[in-house]
């Protein structure tokens, strides 16, 4: 089985009908994505923006870490939720747009930025707390982010001029 075969596949479930077969389906899901990314880009951006060394600097990076997180996941699930719910709607259309793949790429890369980090911050965060500025492979590790999470948003602006 192809994975355009698995789109068609899934735009015929019920979770595929949900946005284009319901009145408000799609509104209300797009406005449950956008609020999620509100929550989970914003509050990581307050993060990478301390990474970089550029605000929150007279907190420790790890408790403004501890402090964020909870905010970011919710935000990320509401967004991963109503996202997926989307593309099931409109698998095959999203399948073929150069923007979507574009969007799954660096969603990806921002995944493994993170996984990097956070792996590296369990062994050295003593001595990035109170640095400053921070470590240059911490600030690379926030603008990385930013720059990944901008090119999701973008991509992601961008598919729904090109696809409806």
Known sequence: M???EVCEWLETT???AIAPATLYGFQVLVGI???????SVGTLLWMDLRMIGISLVAGPLSEIQRSLSP????????MFVSGFILFAGFATSAYENTYFRIKMIA????GINALIFHVMAKKM??????AQPPPALVRFAGLGSIVLWSTVILSGRMMSYTMF
Do not use: P, R
Not at 125 to 130: E, I, L
């Open 2 to 4: 192809t994975i355009l």
């Open 14 to 16: 019920a979770l595929g």
């Open 33 to 39: 994505h956008i609020l999620g990314l509100i929550l």
């Open 71 to 78: 905010w970011f996941f919710f935000g990320f699930s509401a």
């Open 107 to 110: 969603l990806v890369l921002a």
């Open 125 to 130: 965060s003593a001595d990035w707390d109170a």
